[in-house]
């Protein structure tokens, strides 16, 4: 299993950006795709945006298409995810995800998760 670290969560205003990465190490990463993936207190964890990581098709979740961007950093094993635009229902603890077994919005199909970054969007 990998293990993955994210990193890049804060406090912002409506409007402002944050770009957060997602550091892959334990062993050569060879996942299918990675993913990001949102939780809000008392809401379900939903999908945000995944990468294939072979060639970099990029996949998102409508509420946040036209404002964040996925992307990946091969050499460095590391994925990324720009977010402009901020709103304060984007407010939630982030997730990046590899190794999925099956669709690449589905969470449960995931087997490798990080610890998750607070997101904070103010109004």
């Known amino acids: 299993q990998v293990q993955l670290v994210e990193s890049g969560g804060g406090l912002v205003q409506a409007g402002d950006s944050l770009r957060l990465s997602c550091a892959a190490s334990?062993?050569?990463?060879?996942?299918?795709?990675m993913g990001w993936f949102r939780q809000a207190p008392g809401k379900e964890r939903e999908f945000v945006a995944a990468i294939r990581w072979r060639d970099g098709r990029t996949y998102y979740a409508d509420s946040v298409k036209g404002r964040f961007t996925i992307s990946r950093d091969n050499n460095k094993n590391t994925g990324y995810l720009q977010m402009n635009s901020l709103k304060p229902e984007d407010t939630a603890v982030y997730y990046c995800?590899?190794?999925?077994?099956?669709?690449?919005?589905?969470?449960?199909?995931?087997?490798?998760w990080g610890q998750g970054t607070q997101v904070t969007v103010s109004s």
């Open positions: 995800a590899a190794d999925p077994s099956g669709a690449y919005y589905e969470a449960a199909l995931y087997h490798s």
């Open positions: 334990g062993r050569t990463f060879s996942s299918v795709a």
